[in-house]
């Protein structure tokens, strides 16, 4: 559609919302199927969260789509071809949950000549983009790049990178890479002479190659911006300016924090000029400080997180990324992840969003799922979740639910269709084709794959990924737990059971999965929004709430206080919706699966029992 065509459809649209006083007058349309009138709209940072155009707090939750840019084999692209994108957000929608992702971009196949920028593999990358916004899933692309390029690797070498194009790198006079004792990739970051001098030179501007890179840049979102419907590009979140930036070599005398100061901050004011020139003026840039800011083991830990930044929002978003590297190292983490065992490291990261008066979202997180570490990955990945959701760890969340504070918007790595299913000859060595895994420095992280007949399935227990969570919240939100019950191995995980002190809500939960959230309403006509799992179909999923209390959700209307409704996409994903009309006014809800047929004196029971916990709350 043209945005000639599309601004004509939005009059239209705005002009029968007056004449026949329907609520969504005004409201921007949304390309999804199954759309519902207060979806679609564009978001923005307001007081330190993302808000709609409704004034809903949103919160994005998905995937990293998807390490197949890194690789060489379907020429930098997410996906080998639009059909697979397409596949790839159904199935990210209806198995993983997602409503968001980070897509990632290759700037060596975006500029492969100095000064040329291939629209061909634009055009590509848009296509495939629009597959996921037409699913109704929210984009923010991603210039991807680790240890800067896999141009500087030889051809037998046990590593590679991507990122800059060779004639970048051939600019400079790069020595023979080498990381000496290396038994993890990222290593090279700080121990790889030839990387170290290359990042380097990229935040010095040598060779004018940081121009030539803000230059493409520019041009890419130019292109997007212009080949996208309004309707489209309104599902576009904002852009993330580079991956994991990291120094390379300090100056003399300057340390971690005066480099994000001096050379960084710059940096990312020159992208969000390139931002405002290319029309995404009203989108923010989701930067990342340096990579170790917070990272978990003292001795990588160098002092950051845009300390000297000011105040960021609404034109910038905390973007930061979180891996338990004691975890994966095997040596600094005995046993499985416990019970809040993340809850520090990214209550961090609230507090860091809050310091600069924006957003937070953390755009990375994972565990390995095969290797000598892979048996945590179940608790790892139930703790990164849950800290993800509340600041607080299960034991202590029903007695204090109002210190959760901000859910936080997350995109898991990865999700890669092609996990074991490769054909990359790594540094271009036709005797070392990969197969296994995601195809790059032994890494095996995605959460889902194609089995034999084509099919897309998870990797991980759908517990864990298909998540209850606030999508937009009508107010303020207090308070959210979900216990997922999910899995290590046979043993069941329940970090956050229903207090003795609520034994008809225990009672009407049992063994199942359940939820949780407090808000303060704002007035607002748009409802509250929690996804609604796959466990919760909607005929078998019982709600309490100072709402309504009921098992089984009707369909939703306006002046339905609960209901149910299909995600936009038609993907066969459900949502809740709550509406209430009122203004400062404390609500709840809990939603669980685990009920058959509850008589309602139960459920009058165990209402009952969380109105007098909420008033206390």
Not at 1 to 12: G, I, P
Not at 25 to 46: E, I, K, N, Q, R
Request: aromatic fraction near 10%; proline fraction near 6%; charged fraction near 20%.
């Amino acid at each position: 559609m043209s945005k000639k065509r599309a601004h004509v459809l939005v009059a239209l649209v705005v002009l029968c919302g007056f004449l026949c006083g329907s609520p969504a007058a005004g409201a921007p349309p949304a390309a999804a199927a199954d759309s519902l009138w207060f979806d679609g709209s564009p978001l923005t940072v307001v007081d330190g969260r993302f808000v709609d155009a409704h004034g809903r707090e949103v919160v994005l939750r998905g995937y990293n789509v998807s390490g197949e840019t890194k690789l060489e084999e379907h020429g930098g692209l997410p996906f080998a071809s639009v059909a697979d994108a397409r596949r790839s957000a159904v199935a990210l929608r209806a198995l993983g949950g997602g409503n968001a992702v980070r897509f990632l971009l290759s700037w060596a196949h975006a500029e492969p000549q100095r000064g040329r920028v291939d629209t061909a593999y634009l055009a590509a990358v848009t296509d495939q983009m629009r597959a996921f916004l037409d699913t109704g899933i929210r984009v923010y692309p991603d210039f991807h790049q680790d240890l800067y390029s896999r141009h500087l690797f030889d051809p037998d070498s046990w590593y590679t990178g991507d990122g800059a194009p060779k004639w970048a790198v051939d600019a400079g006079d790069y020595p023979d890479e080498f990381c000496g004792i290396c038994l993890f990739w990222g290593q090279n970051i700080t121990q790889n002479e030839a990387v170290k001098r290359a990042t380097y030179d990229f935040w010095h501007n040598a060779h004018g190659i940081q121009d030539a890179f803000l230059a493409t840049t520019e041009q890419t979102m130019k292109y997007v911006e212009q080949h996208l419907t309004d309707e489209q590009f309104a599902g576009i979140v904002g852009f993330d300016p580079y991956n994991e930036p990291h120094a390379g070599t300090y100056d003399p005398g300057q340390g971690s924090r005066a480099w994000e100061r001096d050379v960084l901050w710059p940096f990312y004011e020159r992208f969000r000029s390139r931002m405002d020139a290319a029309g995404w003026q009203d989108k923010p840039a989701f930067v990342e400080p340096n990579l170790f800011w917070n990272a978990n083991l003292d001795f990588q830990r160098q002092e950051g997180g845009l300390l000297d930044a000011g105040k960021l929002g609404p034109r910038y978003v905390f973007n930061t990324h979180f891996y338990d590297q004691k975890a994966i190292s095997g040596v600094f983490m005995w046993g499985k992840a416990k019970d809040g065992q993340y809850t520090g490291d990214f209550g961090t990261v609230r507090d860091r969003a809050a310091a600069t008066g924006t957003a937070a979202v953390v755009s990375e997180f994972g565990h390995p799922l095969s290797g000598t570490v892979s048996d945590k990955a179940p608790t790892v990945l139930k703790a990164m979740y849950q800290a993800l959701d509340s600041r607080l760890p299960g034991s202590a969340w029903w007695t204090r639910p109002t210190a959760s504070g901000p859910v936080l918007s997350a995109t898991q790595w990865q999700w890669d269709l092609y996990n074991g299913r490769h054909r990359e000859a790594m540094n271009g060595n036709p005797d070392k084709i990969l197969i296994a895994g995601d195809a790059w420095n032994d890494e095996d992280l995605s959460a889902v794959r194609l089995d034999d007949t084509g099919k897309v399935t998870l990797r991980q227990d759908a517990r864990l990924l298909d998540r209850l969570y606030p999508a937009a919240t009508a107010g303020t939100t207090l308070g959210f737990t979900y216990e997922d019950r999910s899995r290590d191995g046979s043993t069941t995980l329940t970090w956050n059971p229903v207090p003795a002190s609520l034994p008809n809500v225990a009672r009407l939960v049992g063994s199942g999965q359940y939820g949780v959230l407090l808000w303060r309403s704002d007035g607002g006509p748009a409802p509250t929004e929690l996804h609604l799992p796959g466990s919760f179909p909607p005929a078998t999923t019982t709600v309490v709430s100072d709402l309504g209390t009921l098992h089984g959700l009707p369909a939703y209307t306006a002046s339905t206080p609960v209901a149910a409704a299909p995600e936009p996409g038609a993907t066969g994903s459900r949502r809740l919706l709550l509406t209430a009309r009122d203004t400062g006014v404390l609500h709840y809800v809990l939603v669980t699966n685990g009920a058959t047929a509850p008589a309602a004196s139960l459920l009058q029971a165990a209402r009952a029992e969380l109105d007098a916990w909420a008033a206390l709350s």
